[in-house]
């Protein structure tokens, strides 16, 4: 039994070593879920998920920061990598969607004024570097070896910017103008965003053959970027009160937020039928892997998205859809966090076991 704290302690620097970029999905994924608990009328469910994502907030920066000591190479050369550097922008998301928890649930406006601040740097440093980066690179993969659902953390984050953003412009005082102009313009800039991105994904997934393993949870951001736009337009509706300009654009807003949540919406049945295919017939193994957090934050924000706009556009009807739509968040949450348990209890004792 002597070499089982040695076993872990090198499981835990392996773990550093090869965390993933975008691991920071699991604090958008149970920040996202917790809100939706919240307005859903589960006050306890939405608190425990609000304590467990601090913790979840402050392990993932401690593994991070902890890599990019150790291990620089490595984090540069994801950063700089078709495949996996969007991923970082999980990073920006993951912190405003804590920022907004800490709004919405604990009422604390302090902090969530300095996660959004945080996460706005992060924004300009993460999407440039890697969008730079990709750009110059000489040697660039085949479109579809390097294009997945993961580039639409490109919207998702600039997104997430103007919702947590709309949502604490009050608590600037006199930039509460300025905060408001940032927010609205992340929005639309999220919205050509994702005009340029699917385009190419959807070019992608019907042009060029498409292997099961190839259909991975990621895609399942397709709808979520979606959703996290009509998100940002239903909060700016909201907001409206605050400031003239979007009272002068609200026409347009309501229309154009509207038209993002049909997008939202329509991606779900095909997204099902997708996964159907991959793992019902074509038989690929159901197993745990980081990338499903990137199914259960598309999930979540639906859920809080449909609440938000039928609120935003008085539709009472529209609340039917989150009433129910919550329970498959809590469901996708619940089912990825045992599975991440599961392999952490694997890296964690298995070597220890084979040495004893």
Known sequence: MKHEEPSRSRALMIGGAELHPAYFALVM??????????????????????????????????????????????VVADLTSHERGHGFLTM???????????????????????????????????????ITAVTIRETKPALENGLSGGWLLIVVSTQS??????????????????????????????????????????YRLTFFRLKPEEVAPPYWINMGAMAITTLAGSI??????????IQDIMPFLKGITLLFWATATW????????SIWRHGYKKVPLVYEPSYWGLVFPLGMYTVCTFQLAKALELDFLYLIPRYFIYLALFAWLATFLGLVFQLARKLFAPAAKET
Request: hydrophobic share 65%; proline share 3%; net charge neutral.
């Open 29 to 74: 994924a149970t920040g996202i879920v917790s809100i939706a608990a919240k307005l859903e009328g589960m006050p306890q469910i939405a608190w425990a998920l609000f304590i467990a994502n601090i913790a979840f907030y402050a392990i993932l920066w401690l593994l991070t920061l902890n890599r990019i000591f150790r291990y620089f190479p490595k």
């Open 236 to 245: 700016l509706i909201l907001e409206a009160n605050h400031w003239k300009i």
């Open 161 to 202: 910017i103007a919702v947590t953003g709309a949502s604490i412009a009050d608590h600037f005082g006199a930039w509460t103008e300025p905060i408001l102009f940032l927010t609205l313009t992340m929005f639309l800039l999220g919205f050509l965003l994702y005009i340029l991105v699917i385009s190419l994904i959807f």
């Open 92 to 130: 920006v998301a993951g912190t405003c969607v804590l920022g907004r928890q800490f709004f919405v649930i604990a009422d604390n406006s302090a902090v969530a004024v300095f996660l959004w601040l945080v996460s706005v740097v992060l924004w300009y440093l993460l999407m440039y570097v890697f």
């Open 267 to 274: 991606w779900i049945p095909l997204l099902i039928i997708l």
